[in-house]
């Protein structure tokens, strides 16, 4: 079965550095397992980090228990839809990369408002931070 994105193509891959994914497989890739619907393919900011880290959901400390490096701005990472979209009404959402995004991201929040924040990755991310 093909995995489809937003856009109602094939899923693109996410990141692997670091390696993303519910499955760790650089893929917003998801299933019935994935409570937190890890669907939204975004590239992280310093200010969604830290809004995130303000919420109870800190993603810039290492936890290899769960292979996860710890994040820093500009890396592309499968990020809950729920969170993202609290970091969207508050006015700090994350880049979203489309193509990469899974389309049960649609079940949360509307493709209007995935398009707002659409982004190709810069060629540098260092301007995220």
Known sequence: ????NVLGNELEPCGTE??????????CRTDATDRGSHT???VVTAEFL???RGIGNDLTTSMP???FPG???GDRWCVTAANWLRAHREGLAAPVVL???????LEIIPLSVLREHAVDVPQDPGSLT
């Open 99 to 105: 193509a990469s995004t899974h389309q049960r991201a």
């Open 1 to 4: 079965m093909v995995e489809r």
């Open 50 to 52: 830290d809004h995130q």
């Open 65 to 67: 228990q769960f292979q």
């Open 18 to 27: 670091p390696i993303t994914g519910w499955f760790r497989d650089g893929s």
């Open 40 to 42: 939204i393919c975004a």
């Open 71 to 73: 994040l820093e701005p």
